[in-house]
């Protein structure tokens, strides 16, 4: 059993090791859960073994979290990556190949609110490509509905807005 948790583990550094961007809880388990390698709350006890032995990072963003390695993933991978199959390499493989560009999209554009002094609301907007942040926005509103408002319509409309700044800006 220590040995297929271990491999969990293993798949999961090797998938965020792939990409120059972070992992939502979504993507991790859709992958693990397509292959069927295992069941999702597996997958969850794992992240949450990882996070707790510091082999890789959350950050919770509104309603997802985003993982990333650590240097000590980092390291722990470099040592046991043999230890994945090839049937299983492939598999990852196919899964970034066929879902990279969505993924790195969906990661791109963030939305977060917070509570500022007093009874008002602070949404913090941005768009970011790889670790270059493209934009950011902080808009303070006096309703937490409005900050939700903004939140939401951030990511439907973050293309058109910077599109629309560059051109008044250029």
Known sequence: MADVHALYKLIILAMLNKVDFELTNSQISSFILEEQYTDYFTVQETLSDMIESELIEAKTVRNSTRYSLTDSGKETLEYFKNDISDAIQRDM??????????????????????????????????????????????????????????????????????????????
Do not use: H
């Not at 790195?104 to 002094?117: I, K, L, P």
């Not at 509103?141 to 973050?158: G, M, T, Y």
């Open 93 to 170: 493989e196919e899964y970034f190949r066929k879902n990279k560009l969505q993924m790195r999209n969906e990661n791109a554009v963030t939305a977060d609110y917070f509570r500022t002094g007093g009874n008002e609301f602070t949404a913090q907007l941005q768009v970011k490509e790889k670790d270059a942040v493209l934009i950011e926005v902080a808009l303070t509103v006096p309703l937490e509905q409005q900050a939700i408002s903004l939140c939401d319509n951030w990511k439907k409309k973050s293309q058109q807005i910077y599109g629309y700044l560059m051109e008044q800006l250029m």
